[in-house]
């Protein structure tokens, strides 16, 4: 948990000592302010932390009612309370220096919580109890009356000391050569603080922190450069791979919200992807894609507590890539801390059935017909959706004479990438013609064909 903890130098001072002790896992940033009033410079000091912080601690109340209002319902914040501790461990402190602590002035508690200790000890609280000053707007002046009262209080006699929580109050006193003990933070009370706020974060975190953005971004590989040449085949390979993104949302109860020509945002559950991902093992989606289709991903992932800040977080993720990157996952989990790559593509994924410049170059080559016929019968393969043909047809829809489509089937049927499989029956006048199959497959390549 990364921690801030703004307060004053005494304060700070005694809160290290027991997070070095008792927290030494947490991060921690302090922030040092003796101011008892707002000022713009404590504020940056603030916002200049807030990118680095899940928790925020104030040292003091004062502080906490100043700043608080300010500070993103994200990051969780508290106060170190005022408890019968602190108070109990002053009024040893007081009686240790010759003070009687119930003949004292405080401007830090309340009148029950001081009558409640005093009746713990089994004393007499209708005698003489501490004289209470009240609490007054903060402002830059604050300080200085609640020590000019204490002062008063003492030089007139009417108590033998006096007791704060306020540090520029306790020093001021001490300045004045008023007998002061300052109700300094216990240990207890930090620690009791300290463990509240680490439970709000992670219930915080459980709670709201369920949203994952996920944002796929399209790359056509570039081996594949015929798909440039027909804008069909182009729009035809990203439908592939809509369709898997559109089969991963039904499997995963996540839901496609946007969907552009080169980018898709899926809407999921972080728990539904974590599950589907075995918590980032392997991500099924991503093989799918390669293996169905000629086309490279990228994708960035965003937690959030709610849509918004899991989008923000998910283009945080997209920023990640360089022109370079392919089949490569980035995931921010919450802001300014970026996890990945990952590289989830399984090398052994199939890929025989896929075309490249080079599959058309040996194919060509040993079929004995040019590259261009070759790429003009696939492309009419993949916008017809099928693979049965006759030699008319292929004259008519390749542009081709009667004779050169015979011999194109003859040339594809002697290399078994062509089979008779029967008669097209019109029902007109006229000779059926042969149906032929046609399997266009890419060639087993060795290395030396490269």
């Known amino acids: 948990m990364k921690l801030t903890i703004l307060g004053s130098n005494i304060r700070i ?59 993103p319902q994200n990051i969780v914040s508290d106060y170190l309370k005022k408890d019968w501790t602190s108070l109990q461990i002053a009024f040893l402190k007081a009686t240790t220096l010759g003070i009687d602590f119930k003949n004292v002035s405080i401007d830090s508690y309340s009148k ?33 009356i609640l020590a000019d009262e204490h002062q008063a209080l003492y030089e007139s006699g009417d108590v033998s000391g006096a007791l704060t929580s306020i540090s520029p109050v306790f020093e001021s006193l001490q300045y004045r050569n008023v007998p002061c003990v300052y109700v300094r ?24 922190g369920l949203t994952a953005i996920m944002m796929i971004q399209v790359i056509p590989k570039p081996e594949y450069s015929y798909m440039r040449r027909d ?61 169905n289709t000629n086309c490279d991903i990228n994708v960035g992932i965003g937690y959030g507590f709610h849509p918004m800040e899991a989008k923000f ?23 300014n801390e970026v996890i990945g790559p990952f590289h989830f593509l ?67 049927e002697n290399n078994k990438l062509a089979f008779y499989v029967g008669k097209n029956l019109t029902g007109k006048s006229g000779r059926p013609s042969d149906v032929y199959e046609i399997r266009l497959k890419p060639p087993k390549i060795s290395p030396k064909s490269f």
């Open 13 to 71: 001072h005694i809160i290290r000592q027991v997070i070095e002790e008792w927290f030494p896992d947490l991060t921690v940033h302090y922030i040092f302010d003796e101011k008892h009033y707002y000022t713009e410079a404590t504020m940056r000091k603030i916002e200049k932390a807030l990118p680095k912080t899940e928790c925020l601690l104030f040292a003091g109340e004062i502080q906490y009612n100043i700043y608080n209002y300010k500070i």
């Open 112 to 144: 029950s919580s001081v009558k409640s200790i005093l009746m713990d000890l089994d004393m007499d609280c209708d005698t003489k109890t501490p004289h209470f000053i009240m609490r007054r707007t903060f402002n830059k002046e604050y300080a200085d």
């Open 185 to 208: 933070p216990s240990t207890d009370a930090i620690i009791k603080t300290i463990n509240h706020m680490k439970q709000q974060w992670e219930e915080y975190q459980n709670k709201y």
């Open 231 to 291: 804008e069909y085949l182009y729009a035809h390979e990203k439908l592939k791979v809509s369709e898997e993104v559109y089969f991963f949302s039904r499997n995963t109860n996540a839901a496609v919200i946007s969907e552009s020509a080169d980018l898709f945002m899926v809407l999921i559950n972080k728990s539904d992807l974590i599950n589907y991902t075995d918590s980032y093992q392997r991500f099924y989606l991503m093989n799918s894609i390669l293996a």
């Open 313 to 335: 977080n998910a283009l945080t993720a997209m920023e990640k890539f360089s022109h370079q990157d392919k089949n490569m996952v980035y995931v921010v989990p919450k802001m």
């Open 346 to 412: 399984d090398k052994s994924e199939s890929t025989d059935h896929r075309f490249d410049e080079n599959c058309f170059e040996i194919i060509a080559k040993n079929v004995g017909i040019s590259q261009t016929l070759l790429y003009a019968l696939y492309s009419l393969m993949e916008k017809q959706k099928k693979n049965h043909f006759t030699s008319p047809e292929l004259s008519k829809k390749l542009n081709l004479s009667q004779r050169s489509a015979n011999r194109l089937l003859l040339k594809l």
